[in-house]
């Protein structure tokens, strides 16, 4: 954290500057993923993956990456500046189960690696057991920047605010089209969780190009 906050100084990657109130919002916060994390079986002689999609600067990821050093956790984010942050900080902390992809989702989430002859080599599409995301955007939009990186079976555990069961409803359709339930959502001491579970794997057609998951968020009537 305090890593976080002298380099907010110099990159301006959180609007909150007092280490006491960084630990609850921040820590704590990305902590609360735990509970979910734990409920995910790990495959056997494996790691389990996780992605945090647009981490910023390392959260959720980082702080789960710390609690849970047997699961392999993945940083990605489109901006450079915090990509180069986040490179600093893993190996200053010197986590070897932290991977940073500077990448947008849309473009990631598209790519499945190169085929080898027993399965995929590299790549991120449909690549992982558990993909987090926080403060990213409302649901219609995260959930086509997050769902494409689960595989099936999978779960996309959000972090979520007071709005958590109107960005539902606004979800439905994304949520449909991208063959993703709503599992539930859990309360916790600083918001909720929403979290989904991917039944099927998603249409080739998603995610769509850059930008455009935002710009019109699927399965919401534009305005
Ligand atoms: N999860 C962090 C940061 C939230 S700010 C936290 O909770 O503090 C949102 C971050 O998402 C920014 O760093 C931005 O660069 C990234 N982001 C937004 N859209 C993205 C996209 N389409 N692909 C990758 N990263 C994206």
């Given at each position: 954290m305090g890593m976080l906050?002298?380099?907010?100084?110099?990159?301006?990657?959180?609007?909150?500057?007092?280490?006491?109130?960084a630990w609850?919002?921040?820590?704590?916060?990305?902590?609360?993923?735990?509970?979910?994390?734990a409920e995910i079986e790990t495959p056997e002689g494996q790691s389990l993956r996780v992605i945090d999609v647009g981490t910023g600067?390392?959260?959720?990821g980082i702080p789960l990456a710390i609690a849970r050093q047997d699961v392999s956790v993945t940083l990605l984010d489109a901006t450079a500046k915090k990509c180069?942050?986040?490179?600093?900080?893993?190996?200053?902390?010197?986590?070897?189960?932290?991977?940073?992809?500077?990448?947008?989702?849309e473009a990631a989430g598209r790519d499945r690696g190169e085929r080898t002859g027993t399965g995929r080599r590299g790549g991120h599409r449909e690549m992982y057991d558990l993909v987090v995301a926080r403060a990213v955007g409302r649901l219609a939009t995260l959930s086509e920047l997050t769902i494409p990186?689960?595989?099936?079976?999978?779960?996309?555990?959000?972090?979520?605010?007071?709005?958590?069961?109107?960005?539902?409803?606004e979800a439905k359709?994304?949520?449909?089209?991208?063959?993703?339930?709503?599992?539930?959502?859990?309360?916790?001491?600083?918001?909720?969780?929403?979290?989904?579970?991917?039944?099927?794997?998603?249409?080739?057609s998603y995610p769509r190009r850059d930008g455009?998951?935002?710009?019109?968020?699927?399965?919401?009537a534009n305005k």
């Open positions: 906050l002298a380099a907010n100084k110099a990159f301006n990657l959180t609007a909150i500057r007092d280490p006491g109130e609850t919002r921040h820590v704590l916060d990305s902590l609360t993923l735990l509970g979910v994390l600067g390392g959260l959720p180069a942050f986040l490179d600093h900080v893993a190996q200053e902390l010197g986590l070897t189960n932290l991977e940073v992809v500077c990448a947008r989702a990186f689960a595989r099936v079976g999978g779960l996309i555990a959000l972090i979520k605010g007071a709005k958590a069961d109107e960005e539902l409803v359709g994304a949520l449909h089209l991208l063959h993703t339930s709503h599992a539930g959502t859990v309360q916790t001491g600083t918001g909720r969780i929403v979290v989904l579970e991917k039944q099927r794997p998603t249409p080739k455009e998951p935002k710009r019109a968020p699927l399965g919401v």
